[in-house]
């Protein structure tokens, strides 16, 4: 099969799109066998204004959670709710961090016009007899600007690919309270994942748009003896070297509209833990003021494009007449 693209569901339904209040959108489906790699939403929506001044669509995902026949593959929360953003989303710097994409056509001439693709990687093998069933619930927070009644669709489109290598699980979020002191963060990860699991980053989400980290850092126990600043996170991460970019709102000062780069997300700090062996992770946190932090692990397990075994019935049921004769029962 090599690579297929399938779309999955359409939906016009104008109490599924994002509005100028919050909602929820839960929707299910169900999807052919094979590999699938990516999960993508496409949407294409109109609203009386700019959704988000400076920021894309992305930026008014509060929560999204994937079910895959029954597992919690993906599961995000956002540390703050804002649709004044004036930088890139809490989610999107997530999936640009770990091999997804979060792209949004920036057109100046309509800003209110938000055309963008959320790709999430899953890498998740699907069986190949019966029904394959995804749930997401995708929580919205309320837009800037009053949805275009009947002006939207959102798109779920599969992306399958016989050669994916990893699956990928966003674990729930620990959450912590912070006081303007230094602590130790135990973030929890689940243990019954498949062998050959690893821990390969950590997503740590500040409860607004501030960083807000003292001058020890962050300490990984299992990375180093030392705390680090969250600036050289940055440069560790990638980020540093304009590693953020993002739809400024579809108002992008030049000529032309572009994306725009930063050298970091304040409130959201990526860490790559070079595959830690699977289990909770110890941190020492060096907090510089009194907050709530969230932190997500992100495991990668080696999946080499196999199916999985089908379903079977494990209890032997042992038929014998000659026993059933002599006890006079046919059970």
């Given at each position: 099969m090599a690579v297929l693209w399938n779309k999955a569901y359409e939906t016009s339904t104008d109490g599924d799109m994002p509005t100028s209040t919050a909602n929820n959108w839960s929707q299910g489906f169900t999807v052919r066998s094979g590999t699938l790699e990516f999960l993508t939403l496409r949407y294409d929506i109109t609203f009386a204004n700019s959704?988000?001044?400076a920021s894309d669509i992305s930026a008014l995902i509060d929560s999204l959670r994937i079910i895959i026949n029954g597992e919690v593959a993906h599961d995000f929360t956002a540390g703050y709710s804002n649709n004044d953003l004036t930088v890139a989303s809490q989610y999107g710097y997530l999936l640009n961090k770990i091999g997804g994409r979060v792209v949004e056509q920036a057109v100046l001439a309509t800003p209110q016009t938000r055309t963008g693709f959320i790709n999430i990687p899953l890498g998740r093998?699907?069986?190949s007899t019966g029904q394959n069933r995804i749930e997401c619930i995708v929580g919205w927070s309320a837009a800037a600007a009053a949805l275009s009644a009947g002006n939207g669709t959102l798109e779920w489109w599969c992306r399958y690919n016989d050669a994916a290598e990893t699956m990928t699980t966003v674990v729930p979020a620990t959450s912590f309270t912070h006081s303007a002191s230094i602590e130790q963060v135990i973030v929890r990860c689940p243990t019954n994942l498949p062998a050959g699991s690893v821990v390969s980053g950590l997503l740590i989400l500040n409860d607004s748009q501030e960083a807000q980290?003292?001058?020890?850092?962050?300490?990984?126990?299992?990375?180093?003896d030392y705390g680090i600043t969250d600036e050289q996170w940055a440069m560790i991460n990638g980020d540093l070297m304009n590693g953020v970019m993002w739809n400024n709102g579809s108002a992008s000062p030049t000529t032309l509209a572009q994306l725009d780069y930063a050298q970091g997300l304040a409130g959201a700090l990526f860490i790559p833990t070079f595959n830690l062996s699977l289990g909770d992770i110890a941190t020492i946190i060096d907090s510089g003021a009194a907050t709530t932090r969230k932190y997500l692990p992100i495991i990668t397990t080696p999946i080499g494009g196999r199916l999985k075994q089908e379903q079977v019935q494990t209890a032997r049921l042992q038929g014998n007449t000659s026993k059933a004769i002599l006890s006079n029962d046919l059970q």
């Open positions: 959704p988000v001044v093998v699907l069986n980290f003292g001058a020890q850092g962050i300490r990984i126990n299992a990375l180093s």
